[in-house]
């Protein structure tokens, strides 16, 4: 079916070539992520720590109960509005992290479709007589594959979007619960 077994070589190479690529930069990307991560832990982490001791402090200078509580009550809104923070934070870098694998697996796809159907062409060109049916097969087969990616990356597509809409609902929940809790009834006296 090829005219050369230098052709189907070449072509082999370049997809193993192409896959390598691909891997190696989507590892790259997922690494990326984490480093972002682990920065904004510890940013968390060193910020935490700083304002646990002021607050300490803070609630250690109290001189009544109502004075602990109010102390306690006014601490607890920024804690909550910094959790939330942390968690869009979160968000925002798997977001990214999850746009630019897709876009690189789109783009790798993409490129890898274009050479099955230059490779099927060369294929057709350069088969004997007889094997017509045999490259109808193959041209069959390579249309299943990426009507078969094609349904994957819709999928995709839909659950990432739907993780996005429960992740904005999760926030938005949270937020409320947080406020709740940091609005304390008012002390009988």
Known sequence: MFSTPEQFSAATKSAFESQFLMMST???????????????????????MDE???????????????EF??????????????????VRGVASIASEVQAEITKITESQVADAKRN?????????????????NMVAMFKTALGNANAGYEKATASTKQVVAKIESNM????????V?????TTLPATKK
Do not use: C, H, W
Not at 177 to 181: C, P, T
């Open 177 to 181: 619960v947080a406020e709740k809790s």
């Open 26 to 48: 989507l590892t790259q990307k997922a690494f990326a992520g984490v480093e972002k991560l682990v920065e904004l832990n510890l940013s968390v982490a060193r910020s935490a």
């Open 116 to 132: 099955a159907a230059t490779l099927m062409d060369e294929m057709s060109r350069a088969a004997p007589a007889g094997s017509e």
């Open 69 to 86: 509580f109010s102390l306690s009550t006014a601490q607890s809104k920024p804690g909550s509005e910094k959790a939330m923070a942390y």
């Open 52 to 66: 646990s001791s002021q607050t300490i402090k803070t609630l250690a200078s109290a001189k009544s109960p109502q």
């Open 168 to 175: 904005d609902e999760a926030m938005k929940t949270v937020a």
